[in-house]
């Protein structure tokens, strides 16, 4: 290594440091803005306290699913078009147990674990023994199942009405059933989620993991059972988004089919692949992007009503763009590093390798 | 002479009829063989002979069509890859596969997931132990990128090592998994002379220093025979000889099959070989 890379490599990693800090300190500062501001205190185009804490819910919810769902795509290289439904049987689980057999809602959320977790093993124990994308038509045939279950079986799900009257989120005596509170409980699973995944990345699985996604067939010679891998991820993935499900009935209170439906196994896709599957923030970024982007053309579309209806073109748009420009996702851009951007003399080997 | 000298060592690895079918295709026709415990077996043969479809079928990447394989006597055939490497068979590629995107230290570490244990949830929930079993594993893999002379590289991505590099990576991720038999496909393919000169020197040592036995398939004769004790050859599925060099070199068969009358005239001298055993 000549001098002045080893300088260069010195300078790179006091800025990257320095980045990082100031990262956590932005993030900090963006996580607590919805529960520091003040009630009549309006934001530039009248955003409350009340709406910045509905939309962090909604982005803290769908950055959980998002997570698990980069895990699966980027780290052990399978796509799931049913995300959605795990999302539904989360809910409706915490639903249905909680109002019908009254079970407390850590209860009722751990048998929707529990349940979810069955599923995605049967399903995905023959099908990722296969090579190729088998899951992906597996899981949209799970979507459709699980949506006909939820609006046909009347008797337990209400069908097309839904389930009513779910109970707040509470250990004990101690219930959430406020906005801020519930807000903190979402963003505190989040970390929960982005901590675990942070070590499952960094460990021998997750190492497995990352190998087998660039090739299965050396993975397995260096004895990783490649089947095996995918599934736990599979199933951790079904898991984290029936959590999710669990956390929404309860903030909702009220459940119906229609959020559960592919529409949303596909936001969940563009949220993964814009924010960077190969990351575990990547998927947490493309969420509060998504969300962010389609409540302010939701703001618009009230004055403007043909507004409201362009976010499916914008979110095409936007993916086209990421996947042309930013084929690993919006944070390839948190990345780089000033030191990278100086040109390719770092890296003269892999050039030439090329 | 030699022959009575290995066969004195047991078989660590046999295969006794084995074919192969692709379709019509016939890869490997009934071919049997035995490796001993810590010697070095040459492999050669013309391009499609089937060499490397008998290291696919011995590290488990295919099942035979026909035919057993034996690990230290116990039967493997039709065993999913990894299994046969928990069993103590490594093995590196023809074309090289690193995972390129990964650091040179993580591919080793990779290498060495059979030798490890956290679990997935262990990992997840950061278990005691986990930490200390991490940083152990990458104390083991340093000290095996320090035998292939990669260990300042550890933090460099593997596909930016040069092709010679990739190669000693690819073997230090094999040893990593310690195995009791090594299967090297073409290693010295895209070296220089330099660099198959150090790796000749290097499969020596993995011999000797590290009791290994080696099965090699290579077409770089001089390297070839200057390590292998025993050399089989195979040509169009069939094995059609074996033995010590010196004995595959004067093969009237295995020097139109595939030597040449040049090489048989020009070769290695087959008196070096002889001094070295």
Not at chain 2, 33 to 51: Q, R, Y
Request: neutral net charge; glycine residues 12%; charged residues 15%.
């Amino acid at each position: 290594m000549s001098a002045a890379r080893q300088i260069a490599d010195k300078g790179g990693a006091r800025w990257s440091s320095l980045l990082r800090a100031t990262a956590w300190l932005l993030l900090a500062a963006v996580v607590a803005t919805p529960l520091l501001l003040g009630e009549g205190y309006r934001l530039p185009g009248g955003v409350g306290k009340n709406y910045l804490l509905t939309i962090g819910i909604f982005t803290g919810i769908h950055a959980i699913i998002a997570v698990g769902l980069g895990l699966l795509m980027g780290y052990a290289g399978q796509v799931s078009l049913g995300h959605a439904a795990f999302y539904g049987l989360g809910a409706y689980s915490s639903a249905i147990l909680t109002t019908k057999l009254g079970l407390p809602p850590l209860l009722a959320m751990l048998a929707g674990i529990m349940l979810t977790a069955l599923i995605a093993l049967i399903l995905g124990a023959p099908t990722l023994r296969l090579h190729g994308h088998y899951l992906a038509m597996f899981t949209l045939g799970l979507g459709m199942i699980v949506q006909i279950v939820f609006n046909q079986a009347r008797g337990l799900t209400g069908g097309f009405g839904g389930v009513r009257n779910i109970p707040h989120l509470g250990i004990g005596s101690w219930q959430f059933d406020t906005k801020p509170e519930f807000y903190a409980v979402v963003m505190l699973t989040l970390g929960v989620t982005l901590l675990m995944a942070h070590n499952l990345v960094n460990s021998r699985s997750g190492r497995a993991l990352r190998a087998l996604h660039e090739s299965e067939l050396a993975a397995a010679i260096c004895g990783v059972d490649v089947a095996r891998s995918k599934l736990q991820v599979f199933v951790i993935s079904a898991v984290l988004a029936s959590v999710a499900g669990s956390l929404y009935a309860h903030f909702m209170r009220f459940v119906s089919p229609g959020p559960f439906g592919f529409v949303f196994s596909v936001d969940l896709l563009i949220m993964v692949v814009v924010g960077g599957a190969g990351s575990i923030w990547g998927p947490v970024a493309g969420a509060a992007l998504f969300n962010i982007l389609s409540e302010t053309l939701g703001k618009i579309g009230e004055q403007v009503p043909w507004v409201a209806d362009l976010d499916i073109v914008l979110f095409g748009v936007v993916l086209v763009a990421v996947v042309v420009f930013l084929p690993r996702g919006l944070v390839t851009l948190a990345a780089r590093r000033p030191g990278r951007a100086r040109g390719p003399a770092i890296q003269p080997e892999a050039q030439a390798e090329a | 002479m030699h022959d009575c000298a290995v066969t004195e060592n047991e078989i660590v690895l046999g295969f006794a009829e084995v074919s192969k079918f692709f379709g019509g295709l016939v890869a490997l026709d009934g071919v049997s063989g035995e490796v001993f415990g810590g010697e070095i077996l040459g492999i050669i043969g013309p391009n499609g002979a089937g060499k490397t479809t008998l290291f696919n079928i011995i590290s488990g990447v295919f099942s035979p069509s026909k035919g057993e394989i034996g690990l230290g006597g116990r039967p493997i055939t039709g065993l999913p890859c990894h299994k046969i490497a928990h069993l103590g068979v490594a093995r590196t590629f023809q074309n090289i596969r690193l995972f390129r995107e990964m650091s040179v230290l993580e591919n080793v570490l990779v290498g060495r997931h059979s030798q490890a244990s956290a679990s997935l949830i262990g990992s997840v929930l950061r278990l005691p132990g986990i930490r200390a079993e991490e940083s152990q594993l990458r104390q083991e893999a340093l000290a095996y990128l320090d035998m292939v002379g990669l260990s300042e590289r550890a933090e460099a991505k593997a596909g930016s090592l040069t092709t010679g590099q990739q190669r000693l990576l690819e073997i230090a991720r094999a040893l990593a998994g310690e195995p009791q038999i090594i299967l090297l496909d073409e290693p010295a393919a895209g070296l220089n002379t330099r660099e198959t000169e150090a790796l000749g020197e290097f499969i020596l040592r993995m011999q000797q220093e590290l009791e290994l036995t080696i099965v090699l398939i290579e077409h770089d004769m001089r390297l070839l025979m200057e390590v292998a004790e025993r050399v089989m050859v195979i040509d169009r599925g069939h094995k059609i000889a074996e033995g010590t060099p010196a004995q595959i070199q004067a093969d009237p068969q295995v020097i139109s099959a595939y030597l040449g009358e040049e090489f048989a005239a020009n070769g290695p001298p087959v008196q070096s070989t002889e001094e070295r055993l």
